[in-house]
């Protein structure tokens, strides 16, 4: 095996198929409202990034049953992780945030939940609460924390409104209550180095955090990204390049640490560049065999 796999990781752990299902809140970003910024982060469209997921004006009961109704008999799976995917789901008000989490923590078959967020929205209020819930309803709670970049440039260009002093905050105050953490990172920034990624894996690293989620970087049309692109502003690294930036960032990585994704995906209606016109899958078996070729895995360069 090249790398630690989290559908393996998931059946380790639980001894069975689990999936993941997407669920989308009528929310938003402190960077969109004004809170700290407006227009949001510049690769971010209206809709956010759950292309999955179904409408938020659904219930979160429904959008789960739905879901699973499509999902289960697909992919074999009994057991569900609900993914509380889109916008920052920390940032709204305690309540609200209760509720949404509580009627997933009720839902048959759900074992556990993940919850995607900023690291400048995390509070112990709500980490409080999802510890109530994991101890009441013995649900496994994952907190997926959006850093994207090493390189404070590239977080400033892009509208972030965070910086990495934030995420480190979030990191100790996360594992504070003993909850997984997964970091979501981008690897193709233009703006980036292949150095600000590697430097990334090493501090992953050294944070002992559990789980990566990779995405290549796809550009929406309808997105100030996209503009830039559009503009000429910048340019794009070619797919070969990318696919060996990724083999290096695995190879820096603590072989405990499980890999949720290492590609993104993106309606190809809705983006102006996704994966150098191939799909997710090709990349990734292109990966796969390029590390089968020369020999490595995760972890083969990690340094304690």
Same mark, same amino acid.
């Given at each position: ?48 990034? $759950? ?60 074992? $556990? ?112 990204? $996209? ?67 020369? $020999? ?9």
């Amino acid at each position: 095996m090249h790398y630690n796999k989290y559908s393996n990781a998931l059946m380790k752990r639980f001894g069975e198929k689990v999936y993941k299902i997407p669920i989308n809140l009528p929310i938003t970003c402190p960077n969109r409202d004004g809170s700290i910024g407006k227009g949001g982060c510049a690769f971010c469209g209206e809709i956010g990034a $759950g292309f999955e997921a179904q409408e938020s004006c659904h219930s979160v009961s429904k959008q789960l049953a739905d879901n699973i109704a499509v999902i289960a008999p697909k992919y074999h799976a009994r057991k569900f992780i609900a993914y509380f995917q889109n916008y920052t789901n920390t940032y709204m008000a305690l309540d609200r945030f209760k509720a949404f989490t509580e009627e997933a923590a009720g839902f048959p078959d759900v074992i $556990g939940i993940s919850i995607s967020t900023r690291p400048d929205c995390i509070s112990e209020p709500y980490l409080a609460h999802l510890k109530q819930l994991s101890t009441a309803y013995g649900l496994a709670i994952e907190i997926e924390l959006g850093l994207q970049t090493v390189n404070e440039a590239s977080l400033l260009k892009l509208n972030r409104g965070h910086g990495v002093s934030e995420f480190l905050t979030a990191v100790k105050l996360v594992q504070a209550f003993g909850f997984t953490i997964c970091t979501h990172l981008i690897g193709n920034i233009p703006w980036d180095t292949e150095g600000d990624l590697y430097e990334a894996a090493r501090l992953i690293n050294h944070l002992k955090i559990d789980a990566v989620k990779l995405h290549s970087l796809y550009i929406l049309k309808e997105s100030l990204l $996209g503009q830039w692109y559009t503009d000429g502003e910048f340019s794009m690294i070619d797919a070969d390049t990318y696919i060996q930036r990724v083999i290096h960032f695995l190879r820096i990585l603590n072989p405990e640490i499980t890999i949720q994704r290492l590609f993104g995906r993106a309606p190809e209606s809705m983006t102006l560049f996704c994966n150098w016109g191939m799909s997710w899958r090709k990349l990734q078996n292109e990966l796969d065999h390029r590390m089968t070729m020369l $020999g490595v895995k995760q972890g083969d360069l990690y340094e304690e």
